[in-house]
């Protein structure tokens, strides 16, 4: 499973990287810092090789992300990618708009190791084996 990881935080990607090293799911992660890259990334790749899935945090420097979910969404190359938020606003509104926009499914951050890595596992277990995804 290709993972496209829209983050900022050098130590949130690297957690994430770790995550996902210990799921059963053979995974690989492009790690992009802000969404102006994000969106260079996938028009690059629109042809071929998108990713499967796109985690995305809303707070990113350049192009936030509510901006890089409603450009995905608004492209008809791309807007067939399940885009999930990862984020640690519990923001009603945020999640409302998230939604709104077209976000596949709004994720808290965990505040503990143990459930951080679990959910991350738990998501790619369920995009990777339970969901079918479009091919190419």
Known sequence: MRILLVEDNVGDARLVIEALKECSV???????????????????????????????????????????????????????????????????????LAYRHGASCYLIKPLELTDYFALLQDLVTFWGTRVRLPVG
Do not use: C, W
Not at 50 to 56: A, I, M
Not at 68 to 86: G, M, N, R, T, Y
């Open 26 to 96: 053979p995974t690989s992660v492009i790690v992009v810092g802000d969404g102006l890259q994000a969106l260079a990334y996938l028009r690059q790749h629109a042809s071929a090789a998108l990713p499967d899935l796109v985690l995305l945090d809303l707070n990113l420097p350049k192009m936030d992300g509510r901006e890089v979910l409603i450009a995905i969404k608004s492209d008809h190359a791309l807007q067939h990618l399940p885009v999930v938020i990862f984020i640690s606003s519990t923001a009603d509104h945020e999640v409302m």
